[in-house]
T-cell receptor, first 108, second 114 residues
Framework: KNEVEQSPQNLTAQEGEFITINCSYSVGISALHWLQQHPGGGIVSLFMLSSGKKKHGRLIATINIQEKHSSLHITASHPRDSAVYICAVMNRDDKIIFGKGTRLHILP | DSGVTQTPKHLITATGQRVTLRCSPRSGDLSVYWYQQSLDQGLQFLIQYYNGEERAKGNILERFSAQQFPDLHSELNLSSLELGDSALYFC?????????????FGPGTRLTVL
């Protein structure tokens, strides 16, 4: 079993839909990152979380430390949100462990 | 543009060879991370340097080594290359070594080993 599991692996939705991507981890962590990888390959850091909730524009990230779970939400999704979303956790030894990613496709 | 530069963009080489990938962090960033992204393994953390010193080590093979120079640029050396080393290699930088800081990713170097 991977230390970081993401679901779903693939998600296709219509423009405007509310999107949720989940990340569960099995190790003790000091921080969790959500990354976005565009079709061209570039990676952008979206959020760093150690507790609670963060919001940036139409993106919201939450983390529940007790349940070892984080979610990334996208409100009013748009075709430009189509990308791979990757969850990464930093364990207590400062090593970074990545999930396999969720491939999101938003249809116009 | 993240401000992190990586050279070269593409590299094609043969098995058994040695290559060097270069990363220049954002101005002011002291920490550099190296990652490998392959089709079968996804993203993997290789190694982190902070202000010239190795700070954390991930799944870096013994055939690979890295260093960070006084001007804070970093190089990743890959030797005795195998077909399975073909991947995208990203570096990222952050201001400090803390895991609580945002990382800024470079555009990556695509390595193809034939």
């Amino acid at each position: 079993k991977n230390e970081v599991e993401q679901s779903p692996q693939n998600l296709t939705a219509q423009e405007g839909e509310f999107i949720t991507i989940n990340c569960s981890y099995s190790v003790g962590i000091s921080a969790l990152h959500w990354l976005q990888q565009h079709p061209g390959g570039g990676i952008v850091s979206l959020f760093m979380l150690s507790s609670g909730k963060k919001k940036h524009g139409r993106l919201i990230a939450t983390i529940n430390i007790q349940e070892k779970h984080s979610s990334l939400h996208i409100t009013a999704s748009h075709p430009r949100d189509s990308a791979v979303y990757i969850c990464a956790v930093m364990n207590r030894d400062d090593k970074i462990i990545f999930g396999k990613g969720t491939r999101l496709h938003i249809l116009p | 543009d993240s401000g992190v530069t990586q050279t070269p963009k593409h590299l094609i080489t043969a098995t058994g060879q040695r290559v060097t990938l270069r990363c220049s962090p954002r101005s002011g960033d002291l920490s550099v991370y190296w990652y490998q992204q392959s089709l079968d393994q996804g993203l993997q953390f290789l190694i982190q340097y902070y202000n010239g010193e190795e700070r954390a080590k991930g799944n870096i093979l013994e055939r690979f080594s890295a260093q960070q120079f006084p001007d804070l640029h970093s190089e990743l050396n890959l030797s005795s290359l195998e077909l399975g080393d073909s991947a995208l290699y990203f570096c990222a930088s952050s201001v400090v070594a803390s895991p609580y800081n945002e990382q800024f990713f470079g555009p990556g170097t695509r390595l193809t080993v034939l």
